[in-house]
């Protein structure tokens, strides 16, 4: 089970959670929903131990895991998938290897 209660983080002078708490029981579908700039990967680095939160405990399976560094927590089980802004089929395929400002290649020639 996650457990997080009176979790406050920020970036720099930027207090962007306060007071957040927050149960997921194991074998649960929970989402975390909001709109742009409302907190929400905030929260995941902040469990994650990306981002230290400034106060508030973290527990996973019981265990306090807000002081733990980020492969740490992942060794326990639980894990961080950021967003993957690319779409299209095969965007992230001919996107790498383009340099800026290069044409891509032309269609091959049919009989």
């Known amino acids: 089970m996650l ?10 002078r930027a207090h962007v ?3 957040l708490q927050l149960e997921a029981r194991t074998g649960e579908v929970s989402v975390l ?3 742009n700039g409302a907190g ?3 929260t995941l ?4 131990g990306l981002l230290r939160a400034q106060a508030g405990e973290i527990r996973f399976d019981g265990r306090r895991i807000e002081r733990l560094q980020p492969y ?3 060794r326990l089980g639980l894990g961080y998938v950021p ?6 089929r095969g965007a992230g395929r001919r996107s790498c290897g383009r ?9 091959a020639a049919g009989p």
């Not at 209660?5 to 720099?12: P, Q, T």
């Not at 680095?45 to 994650?48: A, D, N, V």
């Not at 967003?83 to 299209?88: K, L």
């Not at 340099?99 to 269609?107: E, N, V």
């Open 3 to 12: 457990e997080v209660s009176r979790l406050n983080a920020a970036y720099g």
């Open 17 to 19: 959670l306060f007071d």
């Open 33 to 35: 929903l909001g709109r």
């Open 40 to 42: 929400k990967s905030t």
């Open 45 to 48: 680095k902040s469990i994650m």
């Open 72 to 74: 740490q927590i992942a």
């Open 83 to 88: 967003e993957d802004r690319r779409s299209g």
């Open 99 to 107: 340099r800026s400002g290069s044409r891509p290649p032309a269609p």
